[in-house]
């Protein structure tokens, strides 16, 4: 794993690139568990991109102790439990400051999301790919993208429908 972090560290130097890490720590390795915590911590000033990894991740366990963690603190009277929001509820998962996902890249022929990031990918574009992710190049990457580009996001919302003309016929009834 050390190997691994090292090797990214030098790709990502460049670019400066933040790493970051989602998942339960108590199921992990003590040595897995500091080397995600020293790449953290040795990139945590880096201000190009964010990458997330999720080691250990399950996005149904996730919202569970996101729960579990509200509750005991309304429990504790340290929260009103009418004043829990959208907003409030996000503080307690694994990742706070994540964003929410624009697009969900989904390679290998699956087309599911398999428990990913329900919570941040709600309203994410889904992209799925048959192309395995090894075999993922930046042509395929690209294509993604432009893909993502030419879609209109409307985060749940109702398409705008284009006003209709009012024609009166009659006794003043409105007909298209």
């Known amino acids: 794993m050390s190997k691994c972090a090292s090797n990214w560290d030098v790709r990502c130097r460049v670019r400066r690139v933040r790493l970051r890490w989602a998942g339960v720590r108590s199921r992990l390795p003590a040595d897995v568990i500091e080397t995600l915590l020293k790449a953290e911590r040795a990139t945590r000033d880096r201000t190009g991109l964010t ?13 569970t102790a996101a729960a579990a963690k509200l509750a005991q603190e309304a429990a504790a009277g340290r929260i009103a439990p009418l004043s829990v929001s959208e907003h409030a509820f996000a503080r307690y998962l694994h990742v706070p400051e994540l964003p929410d996902v624009d697009l969900l890249l989904r390679t290998g022929g699956d087309q599911r999301t ?63």
């Open 51 to 63: 990458l997330t990894g999720c080691v250990n991740y399950g996005g149904r366990a996730e919202i």
């Open 114 to 176: 398999s428990n990913f990031l329900p919570w941040q990918a709600t309203y994410a574009e889904l992209l799925f790919l048959d192309t395995p992710w090894p075999a993922v190049d930046r042509r395929t990457l690209w294509e993604a993208i432009e893909q993502y580009a030419r879609r209109t996001r409307r985060y749940g919302s109702v398409p705008r429908i284009p006003d209709q003309p009012t024609f009166l016929s009659g006794h003043g009834a409105q007909t298209p």
